[in-house]
């Protein structure tokens, strides 16, 4: 898992799914989040699902190179968040590991079907009504572990998955292949007449503070006087 720590990313459904994975299957989890108890106590979560010893957590950052290792590590990344376009998702496909995500928004367009989880319903909210998805655990569970295992031992969708990706999934063409045309057809959707700025910094390795510096730049000679 690989989500930052706020309200709308359920850990807590996802901590479920695990636990019930693991009743009768043999799992490892990482989690990569930026604060441990900002929204959930994910220390507790794990503690009071019986994961704590099958569970890895870091909250530092770390390099593109490293982050890329532990995506390839994996053998599956769960999208637990609602997104409009999530980021983690596309770097998983990127490294070759497939995803688990909710059947709506920007996210459903790039993933198969067969991985996609249907919401038993939505709920409103926050002060701006913002609708989320609730899910089942149990079908998370059921769906982790369908992929997972393989009666017959035979390599898993998965595995297969990673030798087979598509070169506009690669890590070095994901921006240009999937993510550049996705927020430029936004902002036409939009219409907007604010310039679109590109920050590929996770692609190029470039720190966001430096690419930022370089488009605003790069906009601002070019944008017509006001």
Request: hydrophobic share 40%.
């Amino acid at each position: 898992i690989v989500a930052t720590n706020q309200i709308r990313k359920d850990y807590g459904m996802a901590i479920a799914a695990l636990a019930e994975v693991a009743k009768d299957t043999a799992i490892r989890v990482f989690i990569q989040i930026d604060d441990l108890g900002r929204h959930w106590s994910i220390p507790k979560l794990l503690e009071d699902y019986k994961l704590m010893h099958r569970t890895i957590v870091n909250s530092g950052i770390v390099s593109d190179e490293v982050m890329a290792k532990l995506y390839s590590a994996c053998d599956l990344t769960l999208g637990i968040g609602p997104e409009g376009f999530g980021f983690p998702i596309f770097e998983s496909l990127a490294c070759g590991t497939p995803v688990i995500a909710g059947s709506y928004g920007g996210q459903a367009e790039h993933i198969d079907d067969d991985m996609l989880m249907i919401p038993e319903l939505f709920r409103v909210e926050g002060i701006y009504n913002s609708v989320r998805p609730v899910f089942d655990p149990k079908k998370w569970a059921w769906k982790i572990k369908k992929f997972l295992t393989r009666n017959d031992g035979a390599p898993n969708r998965f595995t297969l998955r990673k030798t087979l990706l598509p070169p506009r999934l690669d890590w070095k063409n994901l921006w240009s292949a999937e993510w550049e045309p996705w927020f430029r057809k936004q902002h036409q959707t939009v219409g907007t007449t604010e310039p679109f700025l590109v920050l590929p910094s996770n692609i190029h390795g470039m720190s966001m503070a430096t690419e930022a510096h370089r488009t605003l730049k790069a906009v601002s000679q070019e944008a017509p006087s006001v």
